[in-house]
């Protein structure tokens, strides 16, 4: 609360400093106006006269920031901008005539000495007819300066608003993807280890465990970041397809072909896995658990582009009836809400091939 009405108290002393300062100079300007004016007709410019006459600008400048501060606590409450107009509009009027009250005593006070008879009501009522337009257009512009303002800035904070809530659906979205994709890949894994249980290779399904166990806490710490280099990806699916190397032996071969250029840009945790995944359930294991993964990154034009395609099936038929599954599903949503549009993503069952390509996001070596 206390930091509300620090805020709101800069924001008072700047706007006061602010409308200070633009009523000044449109005092100076005016006054330099009606001076151009007697200089242009060569008569000698009655300097006192000319000063009382424009003073009446000058009285904007302590009503300024009272009229704003009214401005911004019916700005807040209203209920419809009609009403809110019609305020405004007497706010408008309620000031001119303070405005007009106050220069009617200053030109009574300086002109008594000169016109006796002349009252504060005669004065007044000249007044009216002399400055009420000019005064009108002031006000009235001062007014729609304020209520712009206000407008700009409630859709400055709207729009902040809307971009954090943006984000944060955003991020949601990214956790429920992430969570749907751990499950997948801890049930494949446990597949593995109960292969070999069956097959009585219990010290390769210890071995297994083991790696799976830190495969799961490198995972972990990988969930705390949004973005971590290929080199890290890379490395985390060498440990992960080491699981089924244990189990299928030399059938299984991996080979990553990654450009130097492309070990340090970013991109989202896991997003290699499920492919990599699929590959091997759709690719390797129908083909007798054997084949070759390749994994090739490179960057051309400012964009990442990888692909990861299995030499399993040899059966075209087979490998034409293959879908896009759910890992393939949550990789594009995660590219989608990462890159929007912005990006490509590419599963052709023929070759089982799957390309991606995205924006290079680079980190400091």
């Known amino acids: 609360m206390k930091s509300n009405n620090r805020f709101t108290t800069q924001i008072m002393w700047r706007f006061t400093i602010i409308s200070a300062v633009v009523w000044f100079v449109v005092f100076a300007l005016t006054v330099s106006e009606s001076l151009f004016y007697y200089q242009l007709h060569n008569e000698p410019a009655p300097y006192k006269r000319i000063v009382i006459n424009d003073l009446f600008i000058l009285f904007w400048i302590p009503l300024s920031p009272v009229l704003f501060n009214f401005i911004r606590k019916l700005y807040v409450r209203k209920k419809n901008w009609f009403l809110y107009t019609l305020q405004m509009f007497g706010l408008c009027l309620l ?68 971009a954090d809530l943006n984000q944060s659906l955003m991020v949601a979205q990214l956790g429920v993807l992430k969570a749907q994709i751990k499950p997948h890949f801890l049930f494949n894994s446990l597949h593995a280890i109960s292969g070999l249980v069956l097959k009585k290779e219990n010290d390769l399904a210890i071995t297994v465990i083991a790696k799976l166990s830190d495969l799961l806490r490198e995972s972990m710490d990988l969930d705390n970041k949004k973005w971590i280099t290929i080199n890290e990806e890379i490395s ?101 809400s990462l890159f929007e549009e912005n990006f490509h993503l590419n599963f052709d069952s023929k070759s089982s091939k799957t390309s991606i390509t995205f924006p290079a996001l680079t980190t400091e070596e």
């Open 95 to 162: 000031a001119i005539g303070i405005i007009l009250s106050l220069e009617s005593v200053i030109h009574y006070l300086s002109d008594s000495n000169v016109e006796e008879q002349r009252s504060y009501a005669n004065i007044f009522i000249q007044l009216i007819t002399f400055r009420l337009h000019s005064n009108l257009v002031l006000g009235l512009g001062f007014v729609a300066s304020c209520v712009a303002y206000l407008s700009y800035s409630e859709s400055q904070i709207l729009s902040r608003k809307q």
């Open 236 to 336: 985390f699916i060498k440990r992960y397809l080491e699981i089924y190397m244990i189990r299928f032996g030399e059938d299984l071969k991996c080979e990553c072909e990654i450009a130097d250029e492309t070990k340090n840009i970013l991109i989202p945790p896991a997003l290699l896995q499920p492919i990599v995944e699929n590959a091997l359930i759709h690719g390797i294991v129908p083909n007798g658990n054997q084949g070759t993964i390749t994994i090739h990154i490179s960057k051309e034009q400012e964009k990442v582009q990888i692909t990861v395609q299995d030499t399993g099936l040899s059966n075209v038929e087979s490998k034409s009836s293959l879908k896009e599954g759910l890992g393939l599903s949550n990789t594009r949503k995660r590219l989608s």
